[in-house]
């Protein structure tokens, strides 16, 4: 019979979230009040005063895309509109009828990816679900720098007290993939920068794809960055101390030189990977220290809460297996939530890379940045409080393996329009 033992737990505190760049009292718990007392975090210093929108919709859906277009800008209920909200006009919400056929998309795609839009929304449903479609709509327009926002024709059609709170999430998102920053983290200053590192495959699993997305230390996304596909194992690792140097290098012709990186690892890392991080580092000849941390969202460890009858465990709870790893539960119960009681969550299994330089005593400073990187999710205000760096990797790599030709991913990852938006949202 084995002995017991014991393990030390606690729970982290949900942040603060900041809504303006200027002012660090414009801070709220919720991210739906916060944007609607005080406006996005960059609302000041946004690169656009007015953008430009456009529909590509079938025909039937006229009066339904015309509803959309005018709620979506002037609101409805508790949604107050686009511009009241982001506080950025509308200059243009061009609409484009097309019959629901793949060559009619093709057509009118590639009339409006000629355009200066800002983003399009594309209403694809029935017949035109498929992945032909799907991707069809992703490569033309992200491989001419123009985000988009595929929408079904139900979710147009929803009844007005369930639309309120999907125009909510389309507007978040849609700030988010033409560059704005609804909100951050209230977070103390420290030069610092974050990596998500991930990899993808193709739909034949015959291809690589390595990219990262960079993050300021409260949570600002600033970059995605990617490299040409390759076949085998080896490419990827020795393209990866490229692509690690080169996406730092562009961060720093955006932001300050950083004093210490963090890297969020998802997929499992072999050791090859993290030499491929240490030479790139040592390469871009800085003075900097670093934390490599794995987070394995595939962990086979589970935790229960026997103190309530649900067994869920509260959100926030973090368990320490030794000095250099714990669990963390980023989804679990929340007590004055309308929603409290939501299934056993998966555990995020965190580590730090014993080749990391940063001191081991950042540790727990460290697995609460993760922490409250899950409360930085502009894809909607609903969304999973999942950590961005895992999150994003994911949305990245369902549409990699979406796409008919790795061919693809490249005429959009070699567009530079959009490396400082989170397009993939």
């Known amino acids: 019979m084995s002995a017991a033992f014991s393990l030390y737990a606690s729970v982290l505190e949900s942040p603060l979230l900041r809504f303006n760049y200027a002012f660090s009292s414009a801070v709220n718990k919720s991210s739906y009040r916060g944007i609607s007392q005080y406006g996005p975090y960059d609302k000041d210093i946004f690169q656009k005063s007015e953008l430009n929108f456009a529909a590509i919709y079938p025909f039937v859906e006229e009066a339904s895309i015309q509803r959309f277009a005018q709620m979506f800008r002037d609101g409805l ?25 793949l060559s009619s998309y093709k057509e009118c795609l590639e009339k409006v990816a000629r355009k200066d839009y800002d983003l399009v929304f594309v209403i694809a449903d029935g017949a035109a679900q498929n992945g032909s479609v799907y991707s069809l709509i992703k490569t033309i327009l992200l491989g001419n720098g123009i985000p988009c926002q595929v929408i079904r024709s139900r979710t147009i059609n929803a009844p007005n007290n369930q639309f309120r709170w999907i125009l909510a999430n389309i507007a978040l998102s849609t700030y988010a993939k033409v560059g704005g920053t609804p909100w951050v983290i209230e977070a103390r200053y420290r030069p610092e920068i974050v990596l998500g590192m991930s990899r993808a495959m193709d739909r034949d699993k015959e291809v690589i794809v390595g990219f990262t997305t960079i993050f300021k230390h409260n949570g600002d996304f600033v970059l995605s960055y990617s490299k040409s596909p390759v076949t085998t194992w080896e490419e990827y690792e020795i393209g ?32 090859k990977e993290i030499n491929a991080v ?27 809460d026997t103190t309530d009858f649900t067994y869920v465990p509260l959100t926030g709870l973090m368990v320490r297996l030794s000095s250099r790893q714990v669990l963390l539960v980023t989804d679990g119960r929340r007590p004055l939530s309308k929603r409290p009681y939501i299934g056993t969550p998966s555990v995020l299994e ?28 502009w894809r909607g205000f609903n969304a999973r409080t999942v950590p961005i760096t895992i999150n994003y990797s994911y949305l990245i790599a369902r549409l990699v393996s979406s796409l008919e030709s790795i061919e693809q991913w490249n005429s959009i990852i070699t567009n530079g329009k959009l490396i400082d938006k989170a397009w993939f949202l």
């Open 77 to 101: 209920g508790h949604y107050p509109g686009f511009r009241r909200w982001f506080r950025v006009d509308l200059n243009k919400f061009d609409m484009y009828p097309i019959t629901a056929h």
């Open 240 to 271: 990866l101390e490229n692509l690690v140097q080169e996406a730092i290098i562009e961060y720093q012709k955006k932001e300050e030189t950083p004093r210490s990186l963090v890297f969020h690892f998802h997929k499992r890392t072999g050791r």
């Open 278 to 304: 240490k030479r790139a580092i040592d390469g871009l000849g800085i003075d900097v220290e670093y934390a490599l941390l794995h987070l394995n969202s595939y962990s086979h460890y589970r935790i229960f």
């Open 350 to 377: 965190i580590t730090m890379d014993k080749e990391s330089t940063m001191d081991f005593k950042e540790f727990h400073r460290l697995v609460e940045q993760v922490y409250n990187f899950s409360y930085v999710n």
